[in-house]
């Protein structure tokens, strides 16, 4: 793997291949090189990952890089590729300035990045309200079940709100750039991961809810799922948490009411394809089975899932499966049997049986798949489907998943159903409705990237209707309420845009009708139900 | 842990530790840093590792090197400490020059080594009789159940000997300094592992017996293993075998027939205690279970047993157990449940119960316990118990190990046998036997060297004789005969030193009367007798 670190030649009589000659990587002062490490931290390094060796984006080492010259580099970073690569500069996210100041930089060896040990993660652990002087029972008399935790992105906090009336209850403070909130089993504690790889747990019976506990287990992190599983091996349920992390790359079960970090186990092992050691695997999504008292954590680099037994945290179980390269976002067929998962940058979803615990089918989509959670439904042809919208073709796929009553149907994509464009970063249902919702936040097109379209599940060929939420913004992710008859959708504003910083349109979902909107929240992005991310309705 | 990579300041925006203000390591010319990286990788390695992190000896980066100073350091090197370090100098194996430039070598940053991919290994691999066209029986007469594979250390070579009439078989190309051999569970093939991470296959129904395929996973190895279950889950024998790696820290499943290399598995992770990354955790002993089908794999540094199920070696399972830091060596106690093995800079012996997969006690022995596997005996009051030597100390323990009808001694040392002076690398019995014997192997003094000791089982309170058993080299290492009246132990001489390289020396068991010599035999140590090896007997 080019551009891996370990090149010298072996202790133990093997030649080294020789270093191909190269230019010399353009100098950076300290600061220049501070500044641009961040910037590569908060914009590059999600695809091209922390040490530079690629996954959704190629890779960037030097090797690579001092070829092409600062020029053509800057070019990119400004204007972006038609393979995916983001106009930063178009966007007005980077200036001219600092776009060739990152194509200097990523022509430099990229600087080690920190591990990260016990007493430090010790060190950042907080427990503000003690597990024994929080609330027995819940202090408001709202319908807390319906909450819904928003992540407000670029603020780094929460607002958690009340799905009944529309109120903002209370925004928290959490890490930065919230990627996902979690709801316990029981659904009182929100679990928060940070970009930042803070985790913050809100105590919902609390009034207002507050933060309870926080601590930081990585630099860098995407996922945090929670113990779910009450049966003859124990009642997990609110016991643990697990983080997972970007870097470094390991995952942290921690206590489900404190998050005392308990434990870390590393990722770092081999590609399961060409079994090569890679020093960033990176832990994409994980979720837990409401069947075993087991978390399926998703590897992203070595392509592997890890079946994680919780039952002795300490000493853990771990079954490595091999799957396909770069794992990323997934969710639960209707049955919870199965677990569907993009590769996203190989194009494929890779379909887990965690009953027999093995992969059962790899089903080709279109380009770079991302499901968020996927939406399931009953397809008036096919039976019951997975399905998922793409961040590089404008196509919805729905998938066969039911083995049993239609095992033609199984695992393969039984519909593509087009869509205005590609960028599409979620779509949702839910079983009450009649409609799956899709989005396409990452369009170039000013326009496309603030439509919604829905597809009736009656005629699933094409969308019903599309339309723009708002006149700013990027419309993006879509979560029901907990009677399943109301949507509700992020207007993606910028956070230095007053009066456009972004809202909420809630939508009911029978008619349509826009019923109330949410104002003034800062980049609102994901929304998670309670109850319905508790049952992992979706 | 001081000396780890990456203490570059994080991305995240964690505050790095300063550096500590050093001078200037000494400069070397590339000629001399080759050689000195060869001398440390062949003397130095084993003890402090690849990249210096310390195990069983201390971390050697330059921040602990650099204070100290070449001439310090050389000092250390030429002349040994009381701690343990050899007396590299005053053994004659480096010069007061070669002691020089290792102390300046090890004041500069440690090399990093190479990766090896799965490509690479293949490309190492080669089978030289395929399976289809070895023998269908045994091509000779000979007892081949009673032969010994007995690893002639410094020729890079195993000697097959025959148990029966002293005959050497065979004398075929290993890997270097093979550390161990080990039999499939037929008896049928040996494997051996050398130093430098080649796996060598021998046929013993062949005539003479050869090697009939090799492979190299590893820069540097210790051990190997084969799959012996044959259940309800399969029939495993001679199907798989697993080899250890010191660098890379990984393991590699290679087909058992052919090592063809099949699954890596990195065991780059956590320390157990701490919860600090480790970058180089190094693979120990590795045993196989006779009743279920999983390996128990010894992680050195981290201080994690690992329970491999090898049912599926794509996708295996692995529970991680802690245990404690340093696991090295081990055997399994007679009934085959538990398995007993050294963390010898921990002065421990941790025993992990198979059945119940959990450590069941840890053991305080004495100062760096080397049980090799260990020998099983039952002591006239404390019932059954498993031994050990130590390598710091002059004593042998004993501990018990029945919790079923001795409760109050299992896992405890009920005895602790005064030997002559420490450094005893292995002792052995057999269960026909009267006696327990004991080398005295790195003991610096070369009477004491060449001295074994025998131990009465009837009154284990003392030596009941102990003898020099050649006016040169050291007396290492102990096997019996397939009938287990007969011991076999090995003088080991030096390579460069004619009529003096080594040979062995058979006793009588029962009467400690000396029976034969086997001659002229280059630096042999390991001795492994094939019906001895598959059943575990010891």
Redesign the interface.
Same mark, same amino acid.
């Given at each position: $793997?080019a551009g891996?670190?370990?090149?010298?030649?072996?202790?133990?009589?093997?030649e080294?291949t020789p270093a191909v000659e190269l230019g010399e990587a353009p100098v950076l002062t300290t600061e220049e090189f501070e500044q641009a490490?961040?910037i590569?931290?908060d914009r590059c /390094?999600g695809c091209h990952g922390?040490l530079r060796n690629g996954a959704t984006g190629p890779a960037l080492t030097p090797d690579k890089t001092l070829p092409k010259g600062t020029l053509a580099l800057a070019s990119i970073i400004f204007n972006g590729t038609p393979r995916g690569m983001p106009d930063w500069g178009k966007q007005g996210v980077l200036t001219a300035e600092q776009a060739e100041l990152m194509a200097k930089y990523i022509q430099n060896e990229p600087?080690?990045?920190?591990?990260?040990?016990?007493?430090?993660m010790r060190g950042f652990w907080k427990v503000l309200v003690a597990p024994e002087d929080r609330p027995t029972e819940p202090q408001h008399t709202r319908n807390w079940e319906n909450f819904f935790a928003v992540t407000l992105r670029d603020a780094g906090q929460v607002a958690v709100i009340d799905g009944d009336t529309y109120e903002v209850v209370a925004t928290v403070n959490t890490g930065y750039a919230v990627h996902i909130s979690r709801m316990s089993a029981t659904g009182r504690y929100v679990y928060t991961i940070g970009r930042?790889?803070k985790t913050a747990l809100i105590d919902l019976w609390m009034d207002p809810p507050a933060v309870v506990a926080e601590v930081k287990t990585?630099?860098?992190a995407r996922s945090v799922e929670v113990s779910k599983y009450n049966g003859p091996e124990g009642d997990f349920t609110d016991r643990y948490a697990i983080v997972g992390c970007y870097?470094?790359p390991?995952f942290v079960i921690v206590d489900g009411l404190t998050l005392e970090p308990l434990?870390?186990? *590393?990722t770092? *092992?081999?590609t399961y394809d060409?079994?090569?050691?890679h020093p960033e695997p990176r832990v994409a999504s994980i979720v837990a089975s409401h069947f075993s008292p087991k978390w399926v954590v998703n590897v992203k680099e070595t392509g592997q899932i890890w079946l994680v037994d919780y039952t002795d945290v300490?000493?853990? /179980?771990?079954? $490595?499966?091999?799957a396909e390269r770069f794992l990323h976002d997934g969710g639960w067929d209707a049955s919870g049997r199965y677990f569907l998962v993009a590769a996203n940058n190989a194009n494929k979803i890779v379909v887990l049986d965690v009953q027999e615990e093995?992969v059962a089918a790899i089903v080709e989509t279109e380009k770079i798949p991302h499901p968020g959670r996927g939406a399931n439904w009953i397809d008036p042809v096919f039976g019951p489907v997975w399905s998922t919208s793409h961040l590089g073709e404008g196509a919805l796929v729905a998938i066969g998943t039911d083995p049993v009553n239609h095992p033609e149907y199984a695992w393969k994509v039984v519909r593509t159903i087009p869509l205005p464009g590609a960028g599409s970063l979620f779509l949702k249902t839910h079983p009450n409705s009649d409609w799956i919702w899709v989005d396409h936040t990452l369009n170039p097109d000013e326009e496309i990237q603030r439509t919604v379209c829905v597809i009736a599940k009656a005629n699933p060929v094409e969308p019903y209707k599309c339309w723009q939420v708002a006149d700013y913004g990027r419309a993006v992710h879509f979560e029901y309420n907990m009677e399943g008859n109301q949507v509700w959708v992020s207007v993606w504003g910028r956070a230095d845009d007053p009066g456009r910083t972004g809202e909420i349109v809630v939508y009911d979902d029978k008619t349509l009708e826009e019923i109330a909107r949410i104002p003034n929240l800062v980049t609102p992005t994901g929304k998670f139900n309670v109850y319905n991310t508790v049952k992992d309705i979706y």
């Open positions: $793997m891996l670190k370990g090149e010298t030649p072996p202790t133990g009589g093997v080294a490490r961040q590569f931290f /390094a922390v600087p080690a990045p920190p591990e990260m040990s016990m007493e430090q930042d790889g990585c630099y860098d870097w470094p390991h434990k870390v186990v *590393s770092r *092992s081999y060409t079994q090569e050691y300490q000493n853990p /179980a771990i079954k $490595m499966l091999n093995k």
